[in-house]
């Protein structure tokens, strides 16, 4: 597994962080959707939010940042994901 992209829409939902994998997950006839995971700020938190789901590639997710602009527990997550593969 790759990541494809990283996105943070800048506080706008819960979900601010999401990482876009390079699993495809096709659903709807014609299009592909990839796995990804979206995070709060603290995803390890118990008020903080951690979910894998899947990612239109025409979703408005924010604006593409690296994985050294995303806050240390969003790597550690993403690390995570990474290593279970």
Do not use: W
Not at 50 to 69: L, M, N
């Amino acid at each position: 597994m790759n990541i494809l992209g990283i996105y943070d829409n800048g506080g706008r939902t819960m979900d601010r962080y999401t990482v876009v994998y390079d699993e495809p997950v096709t659903k709807i006839p014609g299009e592909t959707m990839h796995c990804g995971l979206g995070m709060s700020e603290s995803p390890f938190h118990p008020q903080g939010f951690c979910q894998h789901g899947e990612v239109h590639p025409d979703a408005d997710i924010g604006r593409q940042i690296t994985f050294a602009e995303l806050p240390a527990d969003c790597q550690r997550a993403v690390e995570l994901d990474m290593q279970s593969e």
